[in-house]
C-alpha cells in the first residue's frame, strides 16, 4: 500500500522554537511538494522538488522557512524561529510529473500550533 | 498571479440530487486540470482529472472542461451524504507540473 508518510501528525510549541517535519515519498515518485492548508488562503504551495533538486520556493518565507530532500526517501521543512502565523496544516504530496499525468498523492499532514 | 477561483460555498443539496461544482482559471496555457475531494480533518484526494475539452465521466461522477472560456465543473449524479466534503480544483499552468489549488467548495448532501 504507497502512500506518503509525513511525520509528526501533530505538534504544538512555543514561539522562537525550531521545527521540523518530514516526508517520506512514495518510492518512485520524483516530485515532492510541501503545501501549508489555512481557513483563510486555502492551499498554498511552499516549495516544489524534482528529482531532490528545489525548483521552486517563491511561496516560501526565505528568513525563517527552508526546504530539503537529503535523499530521495526523505524530505524536510524546517521552521525557524516558529511564529503563531505559522500554525496550520502541512502537506506533503508526491507525483510522478511524467507526461500529463500531474496528479498528487497527499501524506495526512502535520498539525501544527505555535503558541 | 495565476489564480484558480471556486465559490466557497457551501452548496447543499438532498441525497439523490446533481451536484454541480465550479472553478475557474485565469491562466490559458493551464494544459492539466483536476478535481479532488477533502474531507474534514483529512488530505486531499484525487478523484477526477480531465485535460481535453468536453466531458469525462468516471462512475457518479462528470468533469467537464471548456478552455475557451477557462472552465472546468464537477458533476456529481446521484448524491450521497458521504459525498459531504470540500471539492479543490487544481490546475497545472502551462507546462508544469506544478498545480494551483483554488480554496475549495464545501458540499453539504442532507438525506
Known amino acids: 500500500d504507497a502512500r506518503v508518510t509525513q511525520t509528526p501528525r501533530h505538534k504544538v510549541t512555543e514561539m522562537g522554537q525550531e521545527v521540523t517535519m518530514r516526508c517520506q515519498p512514495i518510492?518512485?515518485?520524483?516530485?515532492v511538494f510541501w503545501y501549508r492548508q489555512t481557513m483563510m488562503q486555502g492551499l498554498e504551495l511552499l516549495a516544489y522538488?524534482?528529482?531532490?533538486?528545489?525548483?521552486?520556493d517563491s511561496g516560501m518565507p526565505k528568513d525563517r522557512f527552508s526546504a530539503e530532500m537529503p535523499d530521495a526517501t526523505l524530505a524536510t521543512l524546517k521552521i525557524q524561529p516558529s511564529e503563531p502565523r505559522d500554525s496550520a496544516v502541512y502537506f506533503c504530496a508526491s507525483g510522478l510529473g511524467q507526461g500529463n499525468t500531474g496528479e498528487l498523492f497527499f501524506g495526512e499532514g502535520s498539525r501544527l500550533t505555535v503558541l | 498571479q495565476k489564480e484558480v477561483e471556486q465559490n466557497s460555498g457551501p452548496l447543499s443539496v438532498p441525497e439523490g440530487a446533481i451536484a454541480s461544482l465550479n472553478c475557474t482559471y485565469s491562466d490559458r496555457g493551464s494544459q492539466s486540470f483536476f478535481w479532488y475531494r477533502q474531507y474534514s480533518g483529512k488530505s486531499p484526494e484525487l478523484i477526477m482529472f480531465?485535460?481535453?475539452?468536453g466531458d469525462k465521466e468516471d462512475g457518479r461522477f462528470t468533469a467537464q472542461l471548456n478552455k475557451a472560456s477557462q472552465y472546468v465543473s464537477l458533476l456529481i449524479r446521484d448524491s450521497q451524504p458521504s459525498d459531504s466534503a470540500t471539492y479543490l480544483c487544481?490546475?497545472?499552468?502551462?507546462?508544469?507540473?506544478?498545480?494551483?489549488f483554488g480554496r475549495g467548495t464545501s458540499l453539504i448532501v442532507h438525506p
Open positions: 487544481a490546475v497545472n499552468q502551462g507546462g508544469s507540473y506544478i498545480p494551483t
Open positions: 522538488f524534482r528529482n531532490r533538486a528545489p525548483l521552486d
Open positions: 480531465i485535460y481535453s475539452n
Open positions: 518510492l518512485g515518485h520524483n516530485t
